[in-house]
């Protein structure tokens, strides 16, 4: 199939349909398919026609998706697709810019426009640069590089050119994210390095005693603390200003993962549970969280911008150029580059900060909802006060007689929510987190009500 006026006119219908097809169905269907496995085809030797491919796809394939874009999809912390950032997606496609480097387009300079603008978002200072990646797990791995190779500087090893074999370093965190745990290892300081600090009593944030008791006990020669700004369970923050002043008494990186509660900066400004954020060395942010854009797209900013550079940059005659500003394959993982900005740009043009602001605000006052319903029903117990978004429960064993495990997989299997589980002081829970822009109050009145018929 080539590309001509008739076969663009024939790809917008299909799209049309498709779109009008799957977004129509969101709110009827079951949030997560009952269908999981692919029907079973063979690889075509000849290919098909592409009317019979938009029909395979509408058929097979789109019935079977989850309703993640829905507003009752409440697993993980999944944002839906804003409809301005699906559009600016589609022409991301469209364009299919390579944002490596500049030079040949405006790309490179929309993603660095983009990046400014997240700062004065949450305001942040100008002084933090980055990249935009895959996700928080890809941000995290520039944290983690970044991080390295300033320990390593401070002994005197280039790490991103020498290696690893003579470094002396600890690591501190009280609840990393998983994804932390998986870029240490990819980074090659190893999963298990980390030495895990003592966390407040029924929280999830980190003992600032026992940090500086840890740091002051620590003989290695340099130091990294990785902090949270909302852990993935009981969205708790860690104390930043406290913690930023004990890495700059030891002379430690501090890295700080606020992948989705950075978002809290929009509610309670720059003095809320993320003050001090400002003196982190390090930061990991999701837009395809609560910012709610597509699929995939993290960030990454560092004060450090030479050492992320020294971490990823290589040099080949085929990279040479003239840019003034340090090209983005410098700057992270990939050399070629999708240009993700771009749905971020639009939706913070298109919304503005007081947009953004409304539908967080709109999602913990949801999530506080389901919460008070929670607390005074017989059948569940609220473990944890919602503070932000998150709701920890679990059914009360005596009136369900359920596992929190069997009772997801009861409510789950109702099609009308999708909540995923997880653990609070030891205990598995049921977790349900709304980060979707569509969430209204009439789909948290019917989660009510599947929980209540349960």
């Keep these: 199939m080539k590309f001509s006026s008739d076969t663009n006119k024939r790809l917008i219908d299909a799209l049309t349909k498709q779109l009008n097809s799957f977004h129509n169905e969101l709110a ?9 496995i692919a029907k079973d085809i063979e690889l075509p030797n000849d290919g098909i026609s592409f009317d019979n491919l938009n029909q395979h796809i509408a058929h097979n394939i789109q019935p079977n998706l989850s309703a993640s874009n829905g507003g009752r999809y409440w ?13 600016a997606d589609w022409l991301v496609t469209t364009f299919n810019q390579n944002v490596s480097k500049g030079g040949d387009s405006i790309a490179s300079s929309i993603e660095q426009q983009t990046l400014t603008w997240l700062c004065q978002l949450f305001e942040l200072p100008l002084t933090f640069k980055g990249i935009f990646t895959t996700g928080a797990t890809a941000a995290n791995l520039l944290a983690a590089i970044t991080a390295r190779q300033y320990v390593g500087q401070q002994q005197g090893i280039d790490i991103a050119k020498s290696g690893m074999k003579h470094l002396d370093v600890n690591i501190f965190s009280a609840t990393p994210h998983a994804s932390m745990i998986k870029s240490l290892g990819l980074a090659g300081f190893g999963q298990e390095s980390w030495q895990p600090i003592a966390c407040n009593i029924n929280s999830e944030a980190m003992d600032i005693t026992a940090l500086e008791t840890a740091l002051m006990g620590c003989s290695a020669t340099s130091k990294i603390v990785i902090a949270s700004a909302a852990t993935v369970t009981g969205t708790d923050y860690d104390d930043l200003n406290a913690i930023s002043k004990l890495c700059k008494k030891h002379n430690a990186w501090l890295h700080v993962d606020a992948a989705f509660g950075i978002f809290e900066r929009l509610i309670s400004g720059i003095n809320g549970k993320t003050s001090g954020i400002e003196f982190a060395d390090s930061i990991t942010l999701d837009c395809h969280k609560w910012l709610n854009v597509p699929y995939d797209c993290g960030v990454f900013l560092t004060k450090h911008i030479s050492l992320l550079q020294a971490s990823c940059e290589v040099s080949a005659p085929y990279l040479a150029g003239t840019d003034s500003d340090i090209p983005f394959m410098s700057l992270g993982i990939e050399n070629s580059r999708r240009f993700r900005a771009f749905p971020v740009w639009a939706t913070l043009v298109t919304y503005g900060k007081s947009g953004i602001k409304q539908y967080i605000e709109s999602n913990i006052r949801q999530a506080a909802t389901l919460a008070s319903w929670l607390d005074k029903s017989e059948k569940y117990v609220l473990l944890k006060p919602c503070e932000l978004n998150v709701v920890l429960f679990k059914p009360n064993h005596a009136r369900l007689n359920l596992t929190s495990d069997e009772c997801i997989a009861k409510l789950n299997s109702t099609g009308q929510v999708f909540l995923t589980p997880g653990s609070w002081q030891g205990e598995p829970i049921i977790r349900a987190a709304l980060s979707n822009w569509s969430t209204t109050d009439d789909d948290v009145q019917r989660v009510i009500t599947t929980l209540n018929n349960l």
């Design 28 to 36: 009827h269907r079951d949030v997560a398919s009952k269908n999981l």
């Design 75 to 87: 697993g993980f912390v999944t944002g839906g697709a804003n409809p301005v950032a699906t559009y």
